[in-house]
């Protein structure tokens, strides 16, 4: 039978190309290896199977929902990111936990954030995770969603996930940090999933107090800074990065608005119709309202395309395109506006959080209607609490 180990000094390559501790490194393991097996013949041993540690993964202690074993991790040491060639050696050394996570991802976490109907090149459960092998920015914030899924599902022991993710997610973005600069038509495409993914693992993380997606208590919102980075790589490289198996494809099960949800959405777009009438004689000549009303016109046309995909049984991340891609083609007017906290534009946005709620069946869009709309409530004087009162009975009922 061939051996596993080729007995190289100082190390057997093979335990190295492996990252697994090798047992002939010393007289004194192969001594101990022999007697343990020689005293318990039918029973494997518990170091049968040894990882060393991560590279880019603090140690810590196994969640308690899984059988306990003696870990070696010990210690967390950083990689250096100054270039991709470096980048790709936090790769070479995965612990236990890492591959935990990314069997996670590849069996579970892939299936929420995709619709297998219409992913026929199987994008998420693949390709990505192909991609993960030689960009490590896209590796790590697949292992940090996937932690960050374990945390939604073992809430127990979340506070562990949360930990792992994190590690996972600061490596990520200081990879993809290293080659934004070098944005060209053979990584767009990886630089974009990257920033997609970003995006998923703050959603994930959960509300922070103060921070509101476009508006924030203390300054420029984190969520915010990320999508204008999504948005400056498409729109130096759309086309080069929606081809091949990112090729947009249309869902033929996507059709009318069902007879159902009719009456509903009427209902909804009548509210934001009244409001808009009332944008509309508060104008005065005052241009920044024509942002208002620009951005209720296009939410009525966002309402209209969510409603079809709820009458064909889908929402949930299946909606991302929809309500995201409302943010993401506001001119930065608009958007300034908002960050000042504007009345008449944060009314606009509480409208839009309405489709945020679509999203709740989505384990990482749990509770970010909520949050937002009670940054709004909390943020308008009285004088305007009434113009919300349609969105947040909706919200929360």
């Known amino acids: 039978m061939q051996r596993l180990c080729d007995e190289t000094k100082p190390a057997c390559s093979k335990c190295i190309r492996h990252a697994i501790e090798c047992d002939f490194l010393s007289t004194s393991a192969i001594s101990s290896a022999s007697s343990s097996l020689a005293s318990s013949p039918s029973k494997p041993s518990k170091a049968q199977f040894r990882f060393k540690p991560s590279k880019f993964q603090s140690g810590e202690c196994k969640p308690k929902h899984e059988i306990s074993e003696p870990s070696s991790q010990t210690a967390s040491t950083e990689a250096d990111c100054k270039s991709p060639s470096t980048l790709l050696q936090t790769q070479d050394t995965l612990s236990f936990a890492d591959l935990r996570l990314f069997h996670h991802f590849v069996t579970e976490t892939y299936r929420t954030i995709t619709d297998e109907t219409t992913d026929h090149n199987r994008v998420w459960q693949t390709h990505f995770p192909q991609w993960g092998f030689t960009s490590p920015s896209i590796f790590h914030l697949m292992l940090a969603l996937a932690a960050l899924h374990l945390g939604y599902l073992h809430p127990e022991v979340r506070d562990q996930y949360v930990m792992q993710a994190d590690d996972h997610f600061t490596f990520g973005i200081r990879s993809v940090s290293a080659i934004l600069s070098s944005l060209n038509s053979e990584n767009c495409q990886s630089i974009y999933v990257s920033a997609v993914l970003i995006c998923f693992v703050y959603f994930a993380h959960g509300p922070k107090p103060g921070e509101y997606l476009v508006f924030s208590e203390t300054g420029k919102a984190e969520w915010l800074i990320l999508m204008r980075g ?18 947009i494809q249309p869902d033929p099960a996507i059709q009318g608005v069902s007879p159902l949800l009719q009456e509903e959405l009427r209902e909804h777009q009548s509210h934001i119709k009244e409001f808009q009438r009332f944008i509309e004689a508060q104008t005065g000549g005052r241009s920044t309202r024509q942002f208002d009303v620009d951005a209720l016109e296009n939410l009525l046309e966002m309402f ?59 384990w990482f869009m749990v509770a970010w209607d909520r949050h937002v709309i009670t940054g709004i409530r909390e943020s308008l004087g009285a004088e305007f609490q009434q113009w919300i009162e ?8």
């Open 230 to 247: 999504v948005r400056s790589i498409l729109i130096s490289s759309h086309d080069k990065i929606f081809t091949g198996v990112l090729q």
């Open 304 to 362: 209209e395309e969510a409603y079809r995909c709820r009458s064909s049984g889908k929402d949930g991340v299946i909606l991302m395109p929809s309500v995201v891609g409302w943010i993401y083609r506001r001119p930065e007017e608009f958007i300034g506006l908002l960050e000042e906290k504007e009345p008449l534009s944060l009314i606009v946005l509480a409208y839009w959080c309405i489709l945020l709620k679509f999203m709740r069946s989505s």
């Open 390 to 397: 349609w969105p947040v009975s909706v919200i929360c009922d």
